[in-house]
């Protein structure tokens, strides 16, 4: 089982990369299409657009589909994304193409849901954790590989060579047994998607949680590229921060493991205070790049502990649901990536670097707010004890 959920994680992390390969390219891309340094955060927010329309339409098709068959599917779909942004000649052709890689992209959730159904559930959170640290590594390797990539070869390699992995995965992938599906049109799963938001209070605390915490960590990574920009240092200086915050990815094994334990709520609480505390040293960043990269690491260290919680936490409600759960909740992940993503890049550009970590931090308070919430939730529902 691990040599599987290792392919599933590599899979996973190539897919996802894709989505972030843009943050420390913004200048240059928008430089060489002739869009002005204030509004290039429209590159990571119309792939988060289109990531958020792919977790509701797509996603939820592996609960009704045969989950191989969907996952390759999208990675062929993805590659031809990629390879319409690669040869990008106008900012329209290249947003379109953003747009539908980051609609395609969202095979990393089916990856997730696909590794949470070949678990028992005692090793449901080993196995989302494994996964997620795949997704962790691609996120944070994405920035230092466009980065390398374009001052090598230009921005445009960086998509065309993920256009042929993305073909090699789509052509290699596992083979496993047929995947349970349910008995639903493809009109009553995307209700029943919304009906969840309804009946399971767990899951919207969640998903309220995932957007607010997802919200910070854009609010860093898509605004970090401009300061850093400023003080001269090459692409792949700046994609060496993805790198070295790479070490986050440790927390998603732990953080499944205690999960596993019954410790989801513990990790839930300390994650989300890690995240607000770790702005204090990420404010220092034009006077050094050592506070950046301690801050960074605690901040990813936390997001990838809450996510991993968050995500072993939902699917235990309704297992047979699993698609419909990961990719309703992680439609709140987007559309928190995309604000904070549009938000930081615009505010940087009339306020200054300490105005981006005000509302990193706002976003911070709101993951601590919401998880202190679920931990009240959780006392209220607890027996009296004798």
Known sequence: MQPQRILLAVAAGVAVANVYFAQPLLVTMG?????????VGAFVTVTQIGYGLGLFFLVPLGDLIDRRRLIRLQFLLLAAALLLVGIASHAAMLLIGLAAVGLLAVVTQSL????ASLSAPAERGRAVGTVTSGIVIGILLARTTSGLLTDLAGWRSVYLI???????IALTLFRTAPQPR?????????????????EEPVFRARAVLAFFTFAAFSTLWSS???????????????GAFGLIAAVG?????????????GHGQLVTVGASALLATSWLLIVWTPQSLWALAIGAIVLDLAVQAVHVSNQSRIYELRPEAGSRLIGGYMVFYSVGSG????????????????????LGATFSLGALATAGRLQEQREQAAPPAR
Do not use: M, Q
């Open 31 to 39: 430089a060489d299409l002739g869009i002005s340094p204030g509004t």
């Open 182 to 198: 349910a008995n639903l049109s493809y009109s009553a799963l995307l209700r029943s998607t919304l009906a969840l938001w309804r």
């Open 162 to 168: 993920s256009c042929g992995l993305s073909l090699l």
């Open 339 to 358: 604000l904070g993503a549009i938000l930081s890049t615009a505010l940087y550009s009339r306020s200054g670097w300490v105005a981006v970590c005000l």
């Open 112 to 115: 997730v849901a696909f590794a």
């Open 249 to 261: 990815a440790l927390a998603a094994g732990p953080a499944g493991r205690l999960n596993d334990r």
């Open 224 to 238: 970090v590229v401009l300061p850093l920009t400023e003080k001269s240092l090459s692409h792949t200086e700046i």
